[in-house]
């Protein structure tokens, strides 16, 4: 039977197909709503919640690829299974990188059929329990949305962003989804390894390979196993590495150094770079080919300064966490820590705001963090630190101004909308953001 109690959306104009599936599901236990058309079917997608979708590719009226990217835009979109014929699996393909669940081809057995939907199903519950992981901010929850949608596929995943950005906690996050979880997640700085030693670090060595290869040695690629290979600055490779690893990826295995007999590769591939890697390729530095290779799903992670949400939701939750591993006697961070906090620009981005919180707990004198704890380098001198005694305006002023600004972005600035929210008139509103000056935009 499919997990109890799940809704799905059955998208197929054929009738025969469609009456067959909906009867199949619903013996299954499922409530099923069947739509012959893509518009019909977008319109009831915008007003129920489904746990999964099942699309033919053709529609009479839209394309079943322009359904699901409109589908897919919305808050917890729910997974698609497509139905495809055979001449569409290119298609497929390029749906299932664009973030689909999965694609059953025509004709099938409903027992094939039934094994897929259970699996995005059972998949989907467990991404639920998850909750909001990486960020509060709309820029991180759009990533995560992302990557909770490709985190069943073998495809090589490309992560960019600044240094600190949070790249390889993205990967490890799709690897703890993925239906891989229980495997190995091997982590490899190439910029951090000698070049001269990386080749044996990545792929292993033979004993005898080289002096002081005294015995065999498993490299990084081969501990993968089943799991995640995760190549951390892949833009530092040394050009030698990036043929050796093109070469891994197209034929799924590859030889320890000194080895004659290829070694399978079944890992996935996830890779990262602080660097524009096409603007690499352009100048010679990468290879081209390689590139298209482990860039299938490219996901860009933005810098924290971009994300106001997590830098407030982040300073709390590391503040928490190692106020608590610390036992330290902090119990949380001041308005005007906060206001200090937003105001930074943040270039080591959330590494460089998990270190400035664990500095400010182990010094903190006080409860609760202040500017110059997190910010120690403003030499505040004891002038500083008496400001740093927030007055009750300061706090009530900073809290509304969060609260107001936090309502307008729920009602994308509408003020009367968020008046409402706030349960105050229009023009207390107007009134509060004129003192606390926040524009009608933000």
Known sequence: MLPEGSRIGVIEDDPVMGASLLQRLQLEGCAVDWWTSGREAIASL??????????????????????????????????????????????????????????????FAMDDFLDRVRTLLVRQDAIEAEGTT?????????????LRRVAGLDSALLLSGETGAG??????????????????????????????????ELFGHEKGAFSGAHARHLGYAERAGDGVLFLDEIGDLPPPLQGKLLRLLQDRSFYRVGGERPVPFDARLICASNRDLESEVRRGAFREDLFFRIA???????????????????????????????????????????????????????????????????????????????????????????????????????????????????????????????????????????RLKIAEGE
Request: hydrophobic share 45%.
């Open 46 to 107: 915008q007003r129920r919640q489904h746990d999964l979708v099942i699309c033919d590719i053709r529609l009479p009226d839209i394309a079943g690829e322009t359904l699901f990217r409109d589908v897919v835009r919305e808050e917890n979109a729910p997974p698609f299974l497509f139905i495809t014929a055979y001449g569409e699996i290119d298609q497929a393909v390029s749906l299932m990188q664009a973030g689909a669940g999965d694609y059953l081809t025509k004709p």
């Open 296 to 434: 299938v799903i490219p996901v860009t992670v933005p810098p924290l300064r971009d994300r106001p949400t997590d830098i407030i939701a982040l300073l709390n939750r590391f503040t928490d966490e190692l106020a608590n591993v610390m036992e330290r006697g902090v119990t949380g961070v001041s308005a005007l820590a906060e206001e200090a906090a937003l105001a930074h620009d943040w270039p080591g981005n959330v590494r460089e705001l998990r270190n400035r919180v664990e500095r400010a707990v182990a010094l903190a004198s006080g409860a609760r963090l202040m500017p110059g704890d997190l910010f120690p380098e403003l030499n505040l001198g004891n002038a500083g630190q008496a400001a740093e005694i927030e007055t009750l305006a300061q706090v009530r002023d900073a809290a509304e101004r969060r609260q107001i600004q936090r309502a307008l972005r729920l009602t994308e600035g509408q003020v009367m909308k968020a008046a409402e929210l706030l349960g105050v008139s229009r023009t207390t509103l107007w009134e509060k953001m004129r």
């Open 167 to 200: 790249k390889e906690v993205c990967a490890r996050f799709v690897h703890c989804i993925s239906p891989a979880a229980s495997e190995p997640f091997t982590a490899v700085n190439c910029a951090a390894i000698p070049g001269e030693l990386l080749e044996s």
């Open 134 to 146: 990486l960020g509060a901010s709309d820029a991180m929850r759009e990533v995560e949305r992302l």
